[in-house]
């Protein structure tokens, strides 16, 4: 008799997206003339660059012509992408990487959410609080994340780290070292990110304690500050202790189109169970050989064209757009007398809510009264409490009424 995997019956609906889309729902139907702008939603508005949109139709012409037509591609991504890839982290980080350490996929969602594939059902894993929610739920359909507990707001078995205000959004090391260690910067949901001494005294806790730091630097490419990594692999020893996640979608737009890649140094050793140590990286390559087919030719073809001088230049000014949004973001927000962090290396702005409310309740006066829609901090999280997240991807042409009706609240 077939039985379902318990596992996936344990997890926590996604109550955050589903209570925000009710309540902006009844909002809705109950002003029909009011203008609902999100600041909540973590896609991206503007199109694709003009570069990738060339390398698109070429890539579809190269398909309707039997020379040029492709099939099955390798699995592990075209040879000209991880090329690429692999001179953007040398001229960028003047990290030197070899291409098959390098794995193409269609998104960082699904290369995170699979990696915990890669370890034994009883790892331990620890997580920064508040947290990008794949980290967990990947986790709690393997069957490592324990019970649920209602009074702690969380999973008996996984490790959080506080990151709040009151230490700067840096996560203390936990008292047990865990086996693995999932770490995001710039951080989504707070846009805070750590220098390198910060970096560098973890990589040398997970060596100590022979844990691996999953890495996930899907917005590294929103990092304008001096002295603050874009890819750990600018540590020194990261090579034998991290795994890198990144990915077209924030960088170049790609949320629709699906490009993303994850760097899996063939020096990171884990234990074999039998005393030994063996390498991830082939390890990985059989695991997406055997259960992904490759991304699409074409948009291969598109992630290059972002990594081109042309392409760079454009996706670049982009980005700006995003930047500058967030910088408006943020002076609003202060200017409403709250404390204000992230926004500045990344496309996420973390208020803090003001005193006497939480942040379904600050969520619901700015939808009340300025019909604006944030992500309540709590839904990241117990550490998320107390914040909001707003989000600086929205159009700019909206920036300027979104900060008036910010002003009249303040
Ligand atoms: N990692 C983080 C921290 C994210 O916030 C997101 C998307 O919101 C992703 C990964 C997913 O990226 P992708 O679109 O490549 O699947």
Redesign the pocket.
């Known amino acids: 008799m077939a039985k379902v995997n318990t596992h996936f019956l344990a997890l926590q609906s996604s109550y955050l997206f589903v209570a925000i889309a009710k309540k902006v729902a009844a909002f809705k139907e109950a002003n029909p003339g009011r203008r609902v702008i999100s600041l909540g939603i973590?896609?991206v508005t503007r199109p694709l660059v003009p570069a990738v949109t060339a390398a698109l139709h070429k890539a579809v012409d190269e398909m309707g012509v039997a020379e040029t037509f492709r099939g099955y591609g390798p699995e592990q991504g075209y040879g000209f992408l991880r090329d690429a890839i692999r001179k953007d982290y040398l001229d960028a980080v003047g990290v030197s990487l070899e291409s098959d350490e390098i794995f193409v996929s269609?998104?960082?969602?699904?290369?995170?959410g699979n990696f915990q594939e890669m370890f034994a059902p009883e790892s331990v894993v620890a997580v920064t609080d508040p947290v990008?929610p794949?980290y967990v739920d990947s986790n709690v359909m393997a069957g490592r994340a324990g019970s649920w507990d209602e009074g702690r707001g969380g999973w008996n078995r996984i490790v959080y780290l506080p990151c709040v205000r009151e230490n700067g959004f840096v996560p203390a090391f936990p008292a047990t070292p865990p086996d693995i260690i999932y770490l995001?910067y710039p951080?989504?949901p707070t846009g805070t990110v750590v220098d390198r001494k910060t970096l560098k005294a973890w990589v040398d806790y997970a060596k100590g304690n022979r844990c691996v730091i999953l890495y996930?630097s899907?917005?590294e490419a929103f990092i304008q500050e001096e002295g603050v990594p874009r890819s750990i692999y600018e540590i020194e020893g990261a090579k034998d202790v991290a795994v890198e996640?990144r990915?077209?979608?924030?960088t170049a737009g790609?949320?629709g189109l699906?490009?993303?890649y994850t760097v899996v140094p063939k020096q990171l050793l884990v234990d074999d169970g039998k005393g030994g140590r063996t390498s991830l990286n082939p390890l990985w390559l059989r695991r997406q050989s055997t259960k992904y087919n490759g991304c699409p030719y074409i948009v291969q073809r598109a992630a290059e064209a972002t990594l081109g001088e042309e392409g760079k230049g454009q996706v670049r000014k982009v980005i700006d757009l995003y930047r500058r949004n967030a910088r408006r973001l943020v002076d609003a927000a202060r200017g409403m007398g709250l404390d204000v962090f992230g926004g500045v290396n990344a496309p996420y702005v973390w208020v803090g809510v003001p005193k006497g409310t939480d942040s379904w309740g600050f969520f619901d006066r700015l939808l009340q009264e300025a019909a604006l829609v944030c992500t309540p901090g709590a839904g990241f999280g117990v550490s998320g409490e107390g914040y909001v997240r707003l989000t600086a991807f929205g159009d700019p042409a909206d920036m300027d009424e979104i900060i008036e009706r910010l002003r009249r609240i303040a």
């Open positions: 973590g896609d269609d998104g960082a969602k699904s290369d995170v990008y794949v995001c951080n989504n996930d899907a917005y996640f990915s077209f979608s924030k790609f949320t699906r490009c993303a």
